[in-house]
Every structure is written in C-alpha cells, then in structure tokens.
C-alpha cells in the first residue's frame, strides 16, 4: 500500500475515534507496532514523547565533527520504514495512546511535508487534539502549520500561529522545554518563518532583519544549528537579490546588524547574496534538496550581477562561468533513476536546468543547443505543474518524466559529475575551500533583538480570538491553548439599514459569515492552493450563491477602471435581489437607476462583529499559547524576561532601519495618449449588472461608467481598424529572428497593420543633475544600449499632453542607475523583437520612463490566446525607490482561467520558476480585451508605489504604537516571450486565500463597516500629504483580518495624481477633490489625529 493510502487510513482511524475504552485486542495490536520498530527508530520515538527537542534533529546539524555515520538524514531512515510507523500511528490512534500518536506525527511530519502530504498528517494531529487537548503539541508541529498556512495564502492565520510563538517565548500549550535554549530555537525558526511572510510580500528590509535575527538566534545556541544557518542564508541570499541597493546599504550599515562579521564588507548586494548562498550550501551539504536550492540561488545571485552596471566587463565571462559551476552543481544532487517526491525540489531542478541554458545562450552555445534544451524545460515546466495538481497515484509517473527531461538537458549541456572526495557530500572539493565565519553571537544578544519584535507581536495576539476547541471550558487559563488564535474578520452583526437609491453607493448589507466562501477551494497537500471547478477563491474572490441583498458593495467608477470592479463579498443564497442587484460577474448588462455622484454619504452605522474562523487548516491556532500556571511558574525564564533593555530608538517588528523610510521621488510623466480633462465633477453614474450565464453559483460585483465621455473619448484604448492584435502562440513558425531559440512567427489579426515601427529614434532622459562618481568611469556605447523607439503621434495627431501647467514644466531626469540613460542608443530596431541590447539593458535594470518609450504603442495590442501552455518569458520587478525595472529570464506555465473575471481583467492561475516562493501559487492577470503593454506596465508601477508610500505609513503607525499594518502584496510583470518577440504580457502577484473586501473605491464612496476603512482613509491623508499634495491611493480593497485591527493586506489600488497624466482611472484634480471633500471629509478620524496629519484647508487647493 502507498504511503499516501496508508495516511489515509490513519486519517480515518482518528475521525472515528471511539469514545469508548479500547478492546484489549487493540491495545496488544498498538504493543506489537510498538515493539517491531528497529532501535534506533524506537529511541527516536522515546526521545519525542519526553519533549527532548523542539524539532526533530538530524545527526549533522549540531556538530562541529561529522563523521561517516553522521552523514545521513532522518527522511532516509522515516522512508526505510514508512509502513511500520504508519502501521504505529493508527494502532496508537485506535488505542488512544495520543502521547505516542503525537509523537510519531512529530517523526514523519518533516517527510510528508517534502513528499506535498502535511495537511493529511495535521489534520490528523488536530483530530488527536480535539480528543486528547492535554496532550504536547511539539513546536515543529505548530511551525508546520504556518508554513502549509504560507504556502495556501492564508498570511494572516501565519502571522498569528507565529506572533504568538515570538511573544510567548515559544509556549505552545503543555509542552515542556528542556532548556532556555530550547526556546531560542523555537524563536529563531519563528522570525524566520515570519521573514519569508514579508519577502512574499516584497518588503525585502524588513524580511531581511527578521532573517538576520534568526541566524543570531541560530548562532547563539550552545551547539550551532548548522541546517538552521544554512536555511536562513539561503533564504537572506533570495532577499538580497530582489532588495534594492538603497535598502541594501540601510541594512549592511544597521548598527544592530554585524554584516561584516558573517558576508564581509559587502562590496555589492548581489556579490553579498552569492556569499551567502554559497555559505548555505556548505552548511548544508549533506542534504541534496538544500544543496540543489542553495547552489540555485547563488548561481542566480552570479546571474544576475554579470549584466549589473557594476561588473567589469572583462569579469563578465568569469561570474558566467562560476554560475554555470553552480547550477551544475545542484543538476548533479540527483541522477535520473533517483527518485524525487517534493514539489520543492522538481522546481528547484527545472530551475537550475533553465538557468543554465540562459548562461550558456551568453557564453555563446550554439543556438540550436540553446533553443532545444529551452524547449526541453518547457516541456519539463507544463509535467510540473500537471504533477502539482493531480492525486497522489500519478505523482510519481509525473516526477520520473520531469527528471528524465532533467537528465536530457544536462546531457545537451554537458554537465559532467566534479571531483568529490566526500562520498556523504553533495558539494565538489571546490567549495570545501571556503573557511566559514567568525562570529560571536550570544543568547543575550537574541534576546536583546526579540525585544524590539515584542510590542508589534504581543499587540498582534491581542486582537485574536482565543479559544480551544478541544475544551469546552474556554476561558480557564489551564485549558485554553493557542490553537483558539485564529484569523478574525469583519462581519456584521446587525442587518443595516436598506440602501438609499439616491446616494451615491448602494452599500448592500452582509449577515453572512465571510469566512464561510472561501473552503471551495482545492489545496494540495503542502498547502499550495491548485485549480478548482469552483472558481478562483484570492485575489479575485468568490463565494458560494449569494443573495445579493446581503451583498456589500463599493462600486468603483471610471470608463477604464483598472481595479477591475473584482470585488464580490461572499455570501449563501442564490437568490436573486429584489431591489435589482442581480447576482454575476463578469459585465453587466441589467441597468439600474442613475445615482448622483456628488454624495459623500456611506452607510456606516452598522455594527461589525468578529468570527474567527475555523476551517480544516485552522486547528494549530489552537495549540501554541496557554499552559497552567503552574507550568509557567516551572518553566525556564523566556528570553523575553531577561533583564535586557529594548532598543526604544529601533523600530520593531519588520520595521527596524530608519534608512528605509526616506521620502519618495517625484514621478515623471509616462507617455500616456491622453488630453487635458475638464476637471468638473460629473452628474450622475450608471449602475450595471448582469448574471453570468456559465456560472451556477452567484458572485456580485459593481461597477461605475464615468458619463464624462468627451472627457475619456480619446482615452477609452478601445481598437482601432489599423491597431494590431499580438496573440500568444506557442507554435513555433517561421520568423527572421536575432534569437538564439526557436525562430517564431506572431498571429495577428486578420486586418494587417502597419508595424509600430519610430519614424526616428528618441534620446532617452535628459540629464538634469551631475552623474555621481561612481558611475562616471562606466562604459558607454550604443551597441549595448536599450534601444529606444520614440512614441508615435496617436491616431488623431494628437501627441501625449500633460496635465497641469506644472507638468509641462517638468522635465524627465536622468536615473543614474538606469543602463538605458547611461547607455543612450538611436538605433532603429522592430518595437516587440528584442534584440541582444535589448536583453543587456533590461537585465541590467531600466527605469521607467525608459521602459515605457519602448514598449508604448497604440497600435500593437496583445492578449494571450493560448492557456495551459509553458513560454519563455522575462520576469520584470519595479523598484519604487530607485525607480528602475529589472528582468530575469524565465519560464513560465500559463494555467488554467479561474473562472471569475472583472471587468477589464481575468484572473489565471500561474506558475513560474523565477517566483518568490516555490511552494506558493502565483495569480496571473491578463486584459479581457487586447491591450498595449504599457497597460500591464502601469498596474504593477501603481500598486508598488501603493506599497512604497504604505511602507512609509507603517512606519508612522508604529512610531505612535499604533500596530495595525496595511500591506499591498507585491505585483510583478512578465512579458511572454515567442523566441525574442514579445507576445504577450500578465501582471502576477501571490495568491491569497481570505475573506475579500472592499473599503473605498476611486471616488467618494467608502464602507464604515470595517475599523480598516478608518486607516485606508487615514492612508489616503497620509499619502496626500507625504506627496506634498499631489497624489492619493485610493480604491482600497482587499483581505481584513480582526476587523481592520491587525493585518490588512491590499490590492489593485488606484492613484489620483496630478504628477502623471490624467486617465481613465487616474482624475487627477477631480480624483482628489472626491478624496478631500467626500471620501475623506474635512473632519480627520482619530488615526489621522494620531499621526498629527494637517488638516485639509477648506478648499482644497484644486484646479477649478
């Protein structure tokens, strides 16, 4: 029988659980299970049941010697008798022996949790608590539980299992700790859980000070915990990357922060991260799955920094070389008979093996080699993601094929075995040459960082819910356990009043309980969330049949809303409105009447509740906190209590570098098509909806049309007879073509265009301000610039005009870190075939501006006309901080639709080998209609300058602690690639699974209900000010947890600005006249009062 039948079956015994006494017949069966497990597994077992360590250890990780018999891991010997401890666990199941059950789910959990099974193994420890709740719930148990809660989206469920465990100095129920160290370890291994949260999130500092701690934490232990280290480096090697040099310089300058002591001087960030990764793998380097991730990274690290401004040229080939040494390192963990069961590591090698075609397509291979070995990877790339969605049965078929592809590329590449002495390492000789570092940190010194975590964290528990569903006595303090910590929504406890037809919004009341839309949803069993007939359940949220009088709805306006209207509060019935509001998504044909714009009523006098929500994921929320107190007094002192002064200068939390906090930069204008609007507010609205015809559940969204339609008639985008329509295929064709893949042809409309070719090249920025030293020895030549094309006339002759006087003005500055503005071109190229140059300056980083004078084009629209289908693609991020775009090649799986779409976008499941996280599903979202690049352009740019500014509005809060924090998850580009022409283009950001609300929309409308509304209104003031009045974000929505108390995490913002040019969703002046007069009000809220933000004048300094 395979080990998933075999889990099952144990998952069984547990449901049905007797609550009788066991036969003796059984308890003799549960004796001989015992007594048939060899030795040194029995010994493991004893050594769980008495709490000995946290987490099960490997006979490595602690020491200093390691000698031949050391060299092995714990899933090798869990895998050599898998049958006879499942055979254990469900004869200690059914014998109630719960000490001993525990204790085996506490052995194998690190082996299902790499084999994609945890959440059958915890729902059985969730089912053992329920009947046994005074039995140890080990610490890596807990642990697991938030990670499956990372990988599924649910952030906030995460947040609280791990807050808790940082404030309580690692308390989770009866536990009982060995020793004070013990307990550092349980918080190191938090922080560091918690870092990879903010790194999923893009907050590269803040995750990169958590990770930090850890490996004080890691360090600090009387024997180093070497796999601890390991992880940690590999994890702060991935932040490294994607941190800006700006943030990079705050954290190696932190003075809390020894950097030197571990990575040296830290000459470059990426050179830093390679360090790093590097480290990591010679921690850990008798464990093939963290050799291959580790290696991976750091020959991304190498990658990447060969095309950086600051490599030599003449090094180039060099850290080419030393990244391919690298990646062949982690090919050759494992040969193609050797079997690989986690979905980690089949990423992680179709990783390695893409990126070691993209360093040989620069070491210039043979084109032909290249292409075919890219091909090979995609291929391997659409088995995976088959692999990640199918049941366990077809798993391992799935797995052999993706490495028998593996072992195809390395062949094609040559990848040869390297000289090994150490037959019990992963790593070649070369890498043993590396002295590892010195460094003196203490328990005290752990200690002393926690503090400055504590406040957030503790405030963090504090609006939570606890109790244990294991007790019905939920208040004694003997009895309750955190596993009560669970995330709490805003829901409504009242009806509400009915709407008001003549205000400007219909906010719809909810009584539902939000949490309850939101279980359709299929996870695999690592946690990840895969495609379900029930639709998409994150970003764009559905829900079961909705009434849509219970519905709650803030309706967002403009022609072009960018945010899509996808909101859709979740509720239970399926029957229809009878005030109109007819259930559906997608467009909307039903009309309802006009409402008047101009109101800035909401309806807010409803009263929101809190529900914390319980779903088969949610058991561990249970565990973590509450002991006796007579336990409490026993126990060890937490380092918590330690007589150590905090740091009151230090900001906590993720939230510790003053350097990271410094104020944004003006944006310039973008070349938006677009003519001065007429700032007047508009008359009236149309509300309209419609049910979709292929859904038989009902989801509601609402949407605004600005009536201004001489305002938006040359801004509407819609297609024009000569536009040309760009639609992916991953058919190779015939196609002249400078690409070292597959020579590819584009499909395009049967209506020939003329191609979006510049009658003459435009120079880019213009250079304002003296270039600093640093870049002034950098190499110049128009052979390796990014070649820009001038923006065309629109179709009318009209060209792109600002929006205010002070916008003309404005002239576009040069970005000193921008490889286009240091390396100006005026070669004529085809707009959407990349040349080589092209490749080097988007690799290198490019701004904004920049980018946008490439890729902008009325004429050249695209939209993905093939799903479930792999492509090469380049992987775009936007720093806001340093305003420059910068690539990586990848590949990416264009999955399933998710079966909602909003009104301008659908959403698509998407997976891709360059993603944050691995074990993590990624959301892709594409145009309904074909659309230029610049679009997709401008959504990532508008929601990272959203996080940027609420970075900046975190740290306020903190400052008056205030510990309510507001997150835009980060949104990300990807350009979809045939060979070298560019045939597509989606927006993607992590998946999230959650309860999705909306606050505000892009007018005047905002929804009381929730205590978050007060801070995104507060935001909104902040961000209005802290722009010197220029700017607001607006459109807030997204998942709430403790009712907008705790973590709130956003999406798809819109911004009004009068810095870039008035647009369809953006109305400038008018924009923020609704904010200051109607969203926000002339009366701040008591969030504004605590931040001291001034007040609005009376009339707000507008254009008429």
Partial sequence: MEAGDLLVDCLRAAAALPSTQPSEGVRLNYCRCRDSLCAELASLLQEAMD??????????????????????????LIREHLPQLLALLKAAIMAQEAQSALAVVFLVDRFFYWTDESIRLLKIARLLHQHHHNTPIAPQLVIRQARVYLNSGKLQKAEYILSSLINNSGTTGCWIYQSESDRALVQAVSVQVRGMILQKLGLWLEAAELIWASLVGYYSLPQPDKKGIGTSLGILANILVSMNDEDFHAFRTNSDIDFPSLLGDGSHRLLSAAQAAKMAVIYSQYTSLYVLTNVTTQGTCLLSYSFSLECPSSQRESYLRQAREAFAIGLLTKTEGDLVTSQQELHTFLKAAYSITVVQKWLNTPREVVAKAAQICQKGLEKFYNYCHVGTQKKDGLSAEVMHLIAQVKLLLGVDPMPNSDKGSFIPDSYRSVKDSSVHFTLEGFSKIMQRFQKYHATLCKTTTRSCKGTKDETDGAEVCLTAVGTTIGTLSTEGAKPNPTQKSELCKSKDNLGSSWQKISLSSSGSPRPSSSGYTG?????????????????TEGYDDMSDGLFQSPVKNKKQNPQGCNPGFSSYAASASAIPITSSKSQNDSEAGKE??????????????????????????????????????????SFGSQSSWEKISDEHNSPMNTKPQPSNLPKAGTIQGHKSPDSDESFFVMETLDLETDDLAHVTYKNHKSAQVVKASPKPQPLQSRDVYLDTKLETDSVPAKPA???????????SQAVPNQYEATETSTESSFELLEVEENQNGHQPNSVTSTENKKVPEMNPLCYS??????????????????????????????????????????????????????HLKFSKATGLWTARETCVYIGELMGLKGKQRAAIWVQFLHQEERLSSYVGKDYLEPRGIQFHLKDVERQMTAQYYVTQFNKSLYDKDDMA????????????????????????????????????????????????????????HFTYQFSDGEEVVVDLQGWVTANGKGLTYLTDPQIHSTRTPKGPANFADRGLRYFLEEQHGPECNEICRLLKLRPFPTRPCVLP
């Fill in 539 to 555: 970003s764009i949220p559905t829900g079961h049949a909705a009434d849509a009088n219970d519905q709650s709805c803030v309706i």
């Fill in 821 to 874: 503005c240091l390396n100006p071109s005026k070669v004529a190229v085809q707009q959407f075939l990349l040349s080589q140059q092209d490749y080097q300056a988007l690799l290198a980083g490019v701004c904004h501006d920049c980018l946008l004078r490439r890729l902008y084009s009325d004429k050249r629209k695209f939209q993905l006309s093939e799903h479930q289908t792999a492509y090469s693609a380049l």
């Fill in 965 to 1020: 924090q507001i997150f835009f998850i980060p949104s990300e580009a990807l350009l979809i690639l045939n060979g070298d022409e560019i045939v597509g283009c989606v927006t993607v950001e992590p998946y999230m699974l959650g309860d999705f609300v909306k606050l505000t929309n892009n007018a005047g409308v905002k929804d009381m209900r929730f205590k978050a509304t007060d801070y995104g209104l507060a935001f909104g």
């Fill in 757 to 767: 070719t510049s009658k003459a090249s435009v120079a880019p920025c213009k250079q």
């Fill in 612 to 653: 914390t929500v319980d779903t088969d994921l949610d058991w561990m929320d249970d565990v973590v906190m509450a002991q006796n107190q007579s336990d409490v007094k026993d126990a060890v002192q937490s380092l918590s209590q330690l007589t150590l002064k905090t740091l009151s200068s230090s900001l906590g939390d």
């Fill in 51 to 76: 709490m000995k360590w946290p987490f099960a250890p490997e006979k490595w990780q602690y020491k200093q010697s390691v000698d031949a018999n050391d060299k092995t891991n714990l899933n090798d």
